[in-house]
T-cell receptor
Framework: GAGVSQSPSNKVTEKGKDVELRCDPI?????LYWYRQSLGQGLEFLIY????????KSGLPSDRFSAERTGGSVSTLTIQRTQQEDSAVYLC????????????FGPGTRLTVL | GDSVTQMEGPVTLSEEAFLTINCTYT??????LFWYVQYPGEGLQLLLK?????DKGSNKGFEATYRKETTSFHLEKGSVQVSDSAVYFC???????????FGTGTRLLVSP
């Protein structure tokens, strides 16, 4: 079956522009996660969705970052007024939603802010 | 807060050598522990996991044992192959939380 998909695979933007990153989780997975992988910070958690609500937003680095999930499926991560330090690979993962279940990761979106 | 520490890489081995990648953790409570692998050009994949003390996770010839007394979850393989070349991440998920906390990753390079 289809895995987690993310789009675009690569995004180059100019400092100060807004960007939207999309994640399509595995069908039926109720839990969705965003992580960021960067050279300086390693792999960091950003936000967790259960259904359409986000009980844990503790990893969002600033109020320029926001995310939403609609219909319990697709999620969009939005970064406003991008900065060079936002350059990273943004990873999305999904899981069936029950405790201790494996998180399945997508291929990531590589964001470069010039 | 919770954290995971992994040995620095890269780890360079010849084919059929024994592999150990060290991982230690700091966490309150009783976390579940994981090893994820990222092959070149691919996404993160779960390699193995252990959910309580003394559990041994195993997959594809890799093993790791959850040692609460030493707060460790070292990854081992008896005979590595060139195809094992990848970046390996140790991670934990603490009780009551859904997020994974990752180590910095260890790159493994296996030569023929």
């Amino acid at each position: 079956g289809a895995g987690v998909s993310q789009s675009p695979s690569n995004k180059v933007t100019e400092k100060g522009k807004d960007v939207e990153l999309r994640c399509d989780p595995i069908s039926g997975h109720t839990a969705l996660y965003w992580y960021r992988q960067s050279l300086g910070q390693g792999l960091e958690f950003l936000i967790y969705f259960q259904g359409n609500s986000a009980p844990d937003k503790s990893g969002l680095p600033s109020d320029r970052f926001s995310a939403e999930r609609t219909g319990g499926s697709v999620s969009t991560l939005t970064i406003q007024r991008t900065q060079q330090e936002d350059s990273a690979v943004y990873l999305c993962a999904s899981s069936p939603g029950q405790a201790r279940n494996e998180q399945f990761f997508g291929p990531g979106t590589r964001l470069t802010v010039l | 807060g919770d954290s995971v520490t992994q040995m620095e890489g890269p780890v360079t081995l010849s084919e059929e050598a024994f592999l150990t990648i060290n991982c230690t953790y700091t966490a309150t409570g009783y976390p579940s522990l994981f090893w994820y692998v990222q092959y070149p050009g691919e996404g993160l994949q779960l390699l193995l996991k252990a959910t309580k003390a003394d559990d041994k996770g195993s997959n594809k010839g890799f093993e790791a044992t959850y040692r609460k007394e030493t707060t460790s979850f070292h990854l081992e393989k008896g005979s590595v192959q060139v195809s094992d070349s990848a970046v390996y991440f140790c991670a934990l998920r603490n009780t009551g939380f859904q997020k994974l906390v990752f180590g910095t990753g260890t790159r493994l390079l296996v030569s023929p």
